[in-house]
């Protein structure tokens, strides 16, 4: 391993590297057995022969399922490749394996997977799109088969039911459709396999446990498949202490956490006064207890007036004046 990451900085050296961007591409079909870069991507250096040379970078097999990957992903891949940092211009990209897809509903599953794409409210991580039933040939196809043919917006989205064990974009969901040019909706139905990162017990945790960076330890999981909410990264894990035992590489399940009180009655705070992009901090005390994103009475010391605050960390909260 060494070697290799070895060999391969002194095959991309500063110089070679100088001026490197890479852009993302929106969409796009794969033909072939496995994805390059290039396929995905538009790759700019000052240096042409390491520019064509990164754009042939593997980045795995081509996708069972629409894929919708997201730039950290690569970026990651990327990096781990040349032993560099990159500039990636873009966001998620998606990948549609042309065995499932012909080349005359491309238009469809941009349309389709950019409503997912809307749909998903946090923006992180890997979706796959497995169809389970619905007839994208039951769409009048040799109308739209053109680009050009297509309306502004040809196809309206909706989510009519959804089928999930979290609060992520995940699991069997219930899409409704219809043409610009006609009420009658047609069904699909999907699951979506959303991959990531997910705390895991780097040892056996007790009940009474607080969280802690050592406690844990993350894996890439389809959260589709998990039997219930689990913790994922960034989630502010500590501030959380476990309510079950956790076996080692277990996946923390929210339903075995208790949200620690990021404010206590009594306690000074610092309060955010926020009011159209104008912040003014002042010193005040809370006069209820809270975790993080509840709503508590604080006082400042210097009015001792009472104001609703939202709890945003330890001993601090926001008030956001009207």
């Not at 809307?118 to 991580?125: L, P, T, W």
């Not at 995940?170 to 009420?183: C, D, I, M, Q």
């Not at 994922?232 to 208790?258: N, T």
């Amino acid at each position: 391993m060494i070697r290799f990451l070895f060999s391969v900085l002194l095959l991309f050296s500063a110089s070679a590297l100088s001026g490197l961007e890479v852009y993302l591409k929106r969409l796009v079909r794969v033909e072939t057995p496995v994805v390059r870069l290039a396929q995905i991507a538009s790759v700019v250096a000052r240096d042409p022969a390491a520019a064509a040379e990164i754009a042939g970078i593997e980045l795995g097999p081509v996708p069972e399922y629409i894929t919708l990957l997201p730039v950290q992903e690569i970026r990651a891949l990327l990096e781990r490749k040349i032993g560099s940092e990159l500039s990636l211009i873009g966001s998620r990209v998606v990948m549609l394996p042309a065995d499932s897809i012909p080349e005359e509903e491309i238009w469809f599953y941009r349309e389709f997977s950019a409503f997912i794409e809307s749909s998903d409210y946090y923006k992180e991580g890997r979706i796959e799109i497995e169809i389970l039933s619905g007839a994208v040939d039951s769409v009048s196809l040799p109308v739209f088969s053109e680009r050009k043919a297509l309306p502004a917006q040809p196809l309206f989205f909706r989510m009519a039911a959804a089928d999930s064990n979290n609060s992520y974009l995940s699991g069997k969901l219930e899409v409704l459709y219809r043409e610009a040019t006609s009420p009658q909706e047609k069904k699909i139905l999907i699951w979506v396999h959303h991959f990531l990162p997910v705390a895991h017990a780097a040892y056996e945790l007790k009940a009474g446990t607080k969280l802690q960076d050592y406690s844990l330890k993350y894996k890439e999981r389809d959260i589709s498949l998990l039997s219930g909410e689990a913790l994922v990264k960034g989630e502010h894990e500590k501030d959380f202490k476990i309510l079950s035992r956790v076996q080692v590489d277990e996946p923390i399940m929210k339903r075995s956490l208790a949200a620690l009180p990021m404010v206590r009655a009594g306690d000074p705070v610092k309060i955010l006064f926020k009011k159209r992009g104008i912040i003014i901090t002042m010193a005040g005390r809370a006069q209820a207890s809270g975790t993080r994103g509840s709503i508590i009475y604080v006082s400042p010391l210097s009015t001792g007036k009472r104001f609703s605050a939202l709890v945003t960390g330890e001993k601090e909260v926001e008030v956001e004046i009207p």
